[in-house]
């Protein structure tokens, strides 16, 4: 049996996935004890081209083609056809550290986690590269606690066993933007036995074109209502531990605040703003979140007058947080260094 499949949707990445693809073979593991599937999700530039070659001078590739159906299709597809005992998801404009995967994989399969969890590093320079060949420190942990203290909601640094998303049937949700927020959560309330290590396993491009970074568009908060409403859905696993509970509250608090401060700074109309927020509360109609005066105050307002709530949220953003409290800080700045 193969141990790892490396799954690496590919669209639009032409100036990026040769180096995504390079690192892969840069790990210090033997061909045929991991695979490459590469899916190729209709992408619309020279991508697959800029990789052919690489493709040709090695065996443990395959290539899936298909229609642009977004990265959580392309990713689910992968999961589909992967014969490796674990499963590393790589976005292909990212690469690995060089001879980081191979000590965390043995101790992976060495161990028989449901998920082994690495560190990354958000990266600028396109020739970045971060060498650190050996593991610093690893411990075994639980789904669950990891739930209650990690806070980085990205699939692409963690390896996950097969066996495992199989049998509790979890998938990324189609069509839809920050997939791996919900992927990541119910992975972490359902595994049981789970590795953390601090070693630097991938380097994340954070670039301004990326789809997570563009316009709060009605396509993102319609995304965004839908993350929210999985994670509540998420309750009868933190059922029996009030812990688990009190932090999937405090969660999906997070994110319907944040979601609506992202909102309240969107141009959009206000029948818009008024129409998403009928959206989220018909999507969660149970929202109560009682600890603390804020939580409180913001739950009673999303019940009982989330128009008014809304568009004083959006008055706030544009006049306080756009205009006065920069104008304060500038001041603020300005006499600090006079003085």
């Not at 949700?173 to 953390?196: M, N, Q, R, S, V």
């Amino acid at each position: 049996m193969i141990s790892l499949s490396i799954i690496v949707p590919v669209y639009n990445v032409e100036k990026y996935v040769r180096t995504c693809v390079e690192s892969l073979f840069r790990q210090g593991l033997a061909e045929d004890m991991f695979e490459v599937i590469i899916v190729n999700d209709g992408t619309e530039d020279h991508s697959m081209e800029a990789i052919a070659d690489i493709i040709n001078s090695h065996s443990n590739f395959n290539v899936l083609n298909q229609q642009n159906q977004g990265l959580s299709i392309a990713r689910n597809n992968g999961i589909t056809v992967a014969k490796g005992e674990y499963i590393l998801f790589v976005d292909s404009d990212d690469f690995l550290v060089k001879n980081s995967l191979k000590p965390i994989l043995e101790k992976t399969l060495e161990t028989k986690v449901d998920i082994a969890i690495a560190e990354f590093i958000e990266i600028k320079d396109e020739k970045a590269e971060y060498h650190q060949p050996t593991i610093q420190h690893i411990k075994e942990t639980s789904g669950r606690q990891l739930f209650l203290t990690d806070s980085k909601n990205y699939v692409w640094h963690k390896l996950y066993k097969k066996k495992f998303l199989e049998d509790n049937n979890i998938k990324f949700i189609p069509g839809i933007f920050f997939e791996d927020i919900p992927f990541t959560h119910e992975c972490y309330l359902k595994a049981e036995k789970c590795l953390e290590t601090n070693t630097i396993l991938y380097l994340y491009r954070r670039r301004p074109d990326s789809i997570t970074r563009s316009y709060f568009n009605k396509e993102k908060r319609l995304s965004s209502i839908i993350v929210i409403t999985r994670t509540m859905e998420l309750k009868p696993l933190t059922d029996d531990d009030i812990q688990l509970y009190d932090r999937l509250q405090n969660i999906a608090f997070e994110y319907i605040t944040k979601f609506i401060c992202t909102m309240a700074h969107c141009k959009i109309k206000r029948q818009e703003r008024n129409l998403t927020i009928d959206a989220l509360i018909q999507s969660i109609p149970y929202i109560s979140f009682n600890k603390g005066t804020k939580q409180k105050i913001i739950s009673y307002m999303l019940k009982k007058m989330p128009h008014t709530y809304i568009q004083s949220r959006y008055y706030y953003g544009i006049v306080v947080e756009d205009k006065l409290l920069p104008r304060y800080h500038r001041i603020r700045t300005l006499i600090q260094r006079t003085f």
